[in-house]
């Protein structure tokens, strides 16, 4: 009986050692996924655990309890520049390239970075908690910040990541990070019940309820106002509080100085097209609304009745109409759309020319915060056919025509454009279209793509950009296009709202817009056709403003926001797969047989190993199987028993072991004579007859059965 209490007692005190380091684990694994692919994610987890448990169990021995904290540090900092470099080599290598393919190297380059991350990180954690009275604090607050990190991440791009916990919430119409977040807080929670029982301390229950008041709150907190918006869609006037037509507030478009491409991959809205279309210059524009009047610094939403009719700037719960439809509807096409959008929005927007929007009912409010259809004339016209068109609207009145030609008094404006389209061939020289873009082209060969530049604090941030270093985003872009199209007696205004590539679509119905997608563009209005784009695109770019294709999302939300009999079905089968007993437990069957079969082949070569291996291992290898006989029985060292205390205790039963241990030991220290390969068979044989005759026969049976005897072995 004392035998298996100290076993049990043994195994009670493993397992809060183990629990944390599982969950430090997580939140390595949490940290990870908006850094890494999966290979990263599973050498974080790896290191984690390698790190953690190794620690626990040699830190504080013999000789690593000689090591300063300080040197553990330095160590540990040590070991991750290392890791960074050498993982830097294996992506730079063409050899490796060669062997591994470049997907393969790029994989291993991350296994080991994200290993040597990991396993530094847990080894200091780990080293803090056990040698200071603080560092069990850290490791709360270490886990605490890696699903608040990974929870942001999540909300700006990673909203279907992990995809086994984003496909579960999504098809139930519940916010993965919420999910995420109930992680976080349990870990968190976890993690202050074991640092409470580890210390015994009277303020530890206080701290405790302390924390899982706050992780209650912030739940409480994201469930009543939601989370933060993305910052580049913000900027813009795209997302953030509904507003309407009376009560939008200026605010300086140009953000220099705060954009980021931190958010880029933020979901934001899914279209679903009822009607097919493709765009002719290869990507849907989405129009949610315009700056048209000059302010007498720059141009701004209109505060005028009479501009900009086209617009709907209100959400409406019933239906409502555009004042001004687009002319030529023959070289229009109406097409049908419902918009999903996944985040608020300050005003409703619409492909290209949206003239109709309509409140619908919402299939999953969890999930979209408002949803519409809209209707949109779509051109289908190309640009030759704009080619000696006038610009303008018959009915506009000399004040509306004299906003939208308005700009700031820089003659350098109409300098620069008359420059630009002195070099159109005669027949052009005077051809709106033609003028308008020669200009599109000179800023498309001239211009910079960047999110960093200083050009918003200047009081033109348009001339600025235009006149010093050609540096900008879309907004300084359209800024500047429209000035030179309005210098040159061109109608024009600055369209806001969302440019996706067509490609985006993949062949189906459902379109994902992003927050990288949020676009400013210049509009000219043609006469009997109304407003049509004409955007510059740079051919140098200084930042990367692509994003990972995420179409398993895109069909997945657009499945959800038809809300037809076939997503009902989906809905209700992915439902169905997932509480399939039969399913579950095929799986718990296959995972149990592989651990099985992976125990069985460990014990078969601990049996058969002594008798390939060499002289100089034998007493060391025969005498572990020997062991791995008395555990499969219940005879198994104690933790920190020497092999003659453990030898004179087994010796009761089995007295065949005394001998065995003295031959072991004399082997380990040097003996001139060696036991023989025949001496070991005779002590197996030999203690193989004492189970027999002092072990019941139901214990030999599990014996025999249990793959993982072996594992109590010491």
């Not at 009275?133 to 991440?153: H, K, N, P, Q, W």
Request: proline share 4%; net charge negative.
């Amino acid at each position: 009986m004392s035998m298996h209490n100290s076993a049990s007692i043994h195994t009670a005190q493993r397992i809060p050692g183990v629990l944390r380091a599982v969950i430090i684990a997580c939140a390595f694994w949490a940290l990870s996924l908006s850094l890494t692919v999966e290979s990263g994610s599973a050498g974080a987890i790896l290191g984690c655990l390698i790190a953690c448990l190794s620690t626990d169990r040699w830190i504080n021995a013999r000789p690593l309890d000689q090591l300063r904290l300080s040197s553990i540090v330095l160590t540990a900092l040590g070991f991750i520049a290392l890791t960074y470099w050498l993982a830097g080599l294996i992506v730079k290598s063409d050899f490796m390239s060669s062997l591994l393919t470049p997907i393969g190297t790029f994989n291993t380059a991350e296994v080991l970075l994200w290993f040597g991350i990991s396993c530094s990180m847990s080894i200091l954690l780990r080293s803090l908690a056990l040698r200071t009275r603080y560092g069990g604090v850290l490791e709360i607050i270490f886990v605490a910040s890696a699903f608040i990190i990974t929870l942001s991440a999540h909300r700006n791009g990673m909203i279907h990541r992990p995809f086994f916990i984003g496909d579960y919430a999504l098809i139930r119409g519940i916010d993965p990070a919420t999910i995420l977040m109930g992680i976080g807080c349990f870990a968190v929670i976890a993690m202050s019940a074991l640092l409470m029982a580890e210390n015994d301390q009277r303020r530890l229950p206080y701290h405790f309820v302390v924390i899982a008041l706050l992780c209650s709150s912030l739940v409480a907190y994201v469930e009543l106002f939601g989370l933060p918006t993305p910052g580049i869609t913000d900027d813009m006037g795209l997302t953030g509080q509904e507003l309407s037509g009376n009560s939008r507030k200026r605010e300086n478009p140009f953000r220099d100085g705060e954009n980021t491409a931190e958010d880029k991959q933020a979901p934001v809205a899914v279209v679903v097209f009822r009607d097919d279309y493709e765009p002719l210059n290869g990507s849907y524009y989405f129009r949610e609304s315009a700056y048209s009047q000059f302010n007498g610094i720059m141009l701004d939403y209109s505060t005028r009745d009479d501009m900009d009719l086209d617009l709907i700037s209100t959400f409406t719960n019933s239906e409502v109409f555009a004042a001004l439809l687009p002319e030529a509807k023959e070289h229009h096409k109406e097409v049908k759309t419902t918009v999903g959008m996944l985040i608020p929005h300050r005003n409703p927007f619409g492909l290209e020319s949206p003239v109709t929007y309509s409140s619908t009912t919402n299939p999953n409010a969890s999930r979209f915060k408002r949803t519409y259809d809209t209707v949109s004339w779509a051109p289908t016209y190309n640009f030759e056919f704009l080619l000696g068109r006038g610009t303008g609207n018959k009915n506009w009145s000399d004040a509306v025509r004299t906003e939208y030609l308005q700009l700031p008094a820089d003659p350098r404006y109409r300098e620069l454009a008359e420059s630009i389209v002195a070099e159109l061939k005669p027949e052009y020289a005077s051809d709106p279209f033609a003028k308008a873009w020669a200009i599109k082209a000179y800023l498309d060969q001239t211009g910079i793509y960047s999110l960093k530049n200083d050009h918003a604090y200047e009081k033109d941030p348009a001339a600025s950009f235009l006149f010093g270093d050609l540096t900008g985003y879309c907004m300084h872009f359209s800024f500047a296009a429209t000035y030179l199209y309005r210098s040159l007696g061109i109608p024009a205004r600055v369209g806001i709202g969302y440019s996706v590539p067509a490609s985006n679509r993949a062949g189906g119905s459902a379109l994902l817009i992003q927050a990288v997608h949020g676009h400013a563009w210049p509009e000219i209005y043609f006469k009997d056709i109304g407003w049509v784009i004409v955007d510059p695109a740079p051919q140098q770019t200084l930042v990367d403003m692509s994003t990972d294709p995420q179409n398993d999302l895109q069909q997945l939300l657009g499945d959800m926001l038809r809300d037809d009999t076939s997503y009902a079905e989906f809905m209700e089968s992915q439902q169905a797969d997932l509480f399939d007993i039969r399913t579950l437990l095929t799986a718990v069957a296959a995972i149990a047989v592989a651990f099985l079969c992976m125990g069985y082949a460990i014990r078969a070569y601990r049996f058969l190993v002594p008798r390939f291996c060499s002289a100089e291992q034998k007493g060391q290898l025969a005498y572990r199987a020997i062991l791995d006989q008395l555990a499969a029985v219940g005879m198994a060292r104690h933790y920190g028993e020497s092999r003659e205390h453990f030898a004179a205790r087994a010796a009761h039963a089995f007295p065949s072991i005394q001998t065995a241990t003295a031959s072991h030991l004399a082997c380990a220290l040097g003996a001139t004579r060696q036991t023989s390969s025949l001496d070991w068979d005779r002590f197996r044989r030999a203690l193989a007859k004492e189970v027999n005759e002092n072990v019941p026969a139901w214990r030999r049976a599990l014996a025999l059965i249990n793959p993982y005897s072996w594992a109590f072995t010491r």
